[in-house]
C-alpha cells in the first residue's frame, strides 16, 4: 500500500497566514506607500542651467482614492520647472473628475503628455500568471497578442481636453516645444507602443537643432522605440507603463515589465545604446495599478524629480 506523505497542519496555517499577511500588506499598505524618488541626469550642453522635472506615470485613478489624490495635489510643492505625464491616468470611468482634481495644482506648471493603454481602454480582470506566461513566450500587450474584443473604452476626451486647456503639449506621435524662462525645449512622443499605435516614422530625424535641448518621450519601453529614440540621438528618454513590476522579489526584483524591455532595466534610471548613440532612459515605476490588482509588492508608488544637470565639457 502506497504512503501518504501530509504536511502538518500548523505548516499548512503557517504558510496560509504568511500569504494572508503577505496580501494585506501588498494591498493595504505598500500600494498607498507614495514616494517620491529623486534623480539626477547628466544631459543637458554643457554651461546650462539645471531644469527640475516632475514625471507622474500610471496613476489609474479609481473613484474615491483619496490619499492618492491628496499626495498627487501636495507635488506641486515641489515646483517643478515642468511636468512630464507618461501615461495611464486611468483605471475608472467615472474617475476623470477626481484625476483632474488631483493633477489641477499640477497643471499649473508647464507639461507635456503622452496616452496609454489604460487612458484609452477601460481595466479587464487578468490572471497575473498571465504575465510571467507572456515573458516566456514573448507576447506583450497587441505585440503578438489577438486584438482585443468588448473592450470597454474609457473617457480619454475629457483629459485630452482638460491637458491641452492647461497648455500643456500632447506629444500623440508628434513633436512639441516649451519655452521655458531659462530654456527652449523640443520634445518628441509617441502613442503607446503596447498596444501598436507608436508612428515613429511620422517624428523621425532626431533632436531638433534650434532648441536647447530635446527629449523623447512614450509611455510604454518597448526596445523598437527605445531603438529608434537612441540611433536618432536623444540624450534623455522617458517612459512608464512597467510599475516597476508591481510584484517583485525582495533583494531580486521584478519577475515581468509587460514589455519586452529587461528586468534590470524595468524602473529607475539606466541607458539605452542603439546604431552607436547611448541614450539615459528614466522608466517610472508609477503611482497607480490596475483596479482589479491593487496590490504593490517590494515596488513602491512613486513619481519622480528628475534634476537634468550639464554634462562634463
Not at 498607498?32 to 543637458?44: A, D, E, G, Q
Not at 496609454?116 to 497578442?145: A, M
Request: aromatic share 8%; hydrophobic share 40%; with cysteine.
Amino acid at each position: 500500500m502506497r504512503a501518504r506523505y501530509r504536511l502538518p497542519l500548523t505548516v499548512t496555517a503557517g504558510v496560509a497566514a504568511t500569504a494572508a499577511a503577505g496580501l494585506v500588506y501588498a494591498a493595504g499598505f505598500e500600494a498607498r506607500s507614495f514616494r517620491l524618488r529623486r534623480v539626477t541626469v547628466p544631459v543637458l550642453p554643457p554651461g546650462m542651467d539645471d531644469l527640475r522635472v516632475l514625471q507622474v506615470s500610471d496613476i489609474h485613478m479609481v473613484c474615491g482614492q483619496r490619499k492618492k489624490r491628496a499626495w498627487l495635489q501636495r507635488l506641486a510643492g515641489l515646483r517643478p520647472d515642468f511636468v512630464v505625464n507618461t501615461g495611464d491616468n486611468l483605471s475608472d470611468t467615472e474617475a476623470v473628475p477626481e484625476l483632474l482634481d488631483a493633477l489641477g495644482p499640477l497643471m499649473d506648471f508647464p507639461g507635456v503628455y503622452v496616452f496609454g493603454s489604460n487612458d484609452y481602454y477601460g481595466p479587464r480582470f487578468r490572471n497575473p500568471g498571465r504575465y510571467l506566461v507572456e515573458k516566456v513566450q514573448g507576447r506583450h500587450g497587441l505585440n503578438g497578442n489577438a486584438p482585443v474584443v468588448g473592450a470597454v473604452h474609457n473617457p480619454w476626451e475629457g483629459i485630452k481636453d482638460a491637458f491641452d486647456a492647461a497648455g500643456w503639449v500632447d506629444l500623440t506621435n508628434t513633436r512639441g516645444r516649451l519655452k521655458l524662462p531659462q530654456a527652449d525645449l523640443a520634445f518628441t512622443g509617441l502613442d503607446d507602443p503596447h498596444i501598436k499605435r507608436d508612428r515613429y516614422e511620422r517624428v523621425a530625424g532626431g533632436p531638433d537643432a534650434s532648441a536647447d535641448f530635446s527629449l523623447g518621450v512614450v509611455h510604454a519601453p518597448y526596445l523598437r522605440v527605445l531603438d529608434a529614440f537612441a540611433a536618432d540621438g536623444y540624450e534623455l528618454l522617458l517612459a512608464g507603463h512597467t510599475h516597476g513590476g508591481q510584484l517583485c522579489v525582495p533583494f531580486y526584483g521584478a519577475l515581468v515589465t509587460n514589455c519586452d524591455i529587461d528586468p534590470d532595466r524595468v524602473k529607475g534610471l539606466s541607458t539605452h545604446t542603439a546604431g552607436g548613440h547611448t541614450s539615459y532612459l528614466h522608466v517610472s515605476a508609477g503611482c497607480g495599478t490596475n483596479r482589479y490588482t491593487p496590490v504593490r509588492f517590494a515596488c513602491p508608488p512613486e513619481a519622480t524629480l528628475l534634476t537634468l544637470t550639464a554634462r562634463p565639457a
